[in-house]
């Protein structure tokens, strides 16, 4: 059953790689819990406790306000295909902005994505598998393309806009870091 790990194994990273879809958990000490589903290429393992996503402009963004909060991060992947399996990446995260030299030297390791917002780098303290025998098998069909669609059809000074009127904030009114003038 569940089994209690320091660190990614190569096994764990190739599985992580080929996942469609991981859960961001967050919650600051106050206010809601949050559970965001993630897809698109957008998360990297760059070592055995270190993973990053990049973070897209969306209708909210709670991750980023619970981080300047309280920084616990549990990232979750399960398995939809082939051998059952759950894998909980349990750690602490930080949020960078475009503005910011991290930011810069991460976001090379993403295809080029409009709406990019931020990204997160978590480093990972405990990583837990379970079983998932109890996840159904499902079918991947394809990428949605929505959101890039949306981005594109904005433009940066529309996006930096929205972004202003949605981004700002949690749904608990704490601060999310992006730039609200």
Sequence with gaps: MAKLLKELTSELQEFIQQQKVFFVGTAANEGRVNISPKGMDTLRVTDSNTVIWLNLTGSGNETAAHLLKNNRMTIMFCSFEGKPLIL???????TFHPSEQKYQEYISLFPETPGSRQIIEMHVDLVQTSCGYAVPFMDFKEERTQLNTWAQ?????????????KNVSSIDGFETGLPNE
């Design 88 to 94: 909980r990446l349990y750690g602490n995260a930080k």
């Design 153 to 165: 059809k904005q433009g940066e000074e529309r996006l930096d806009k929205y972004r202003k009127e």
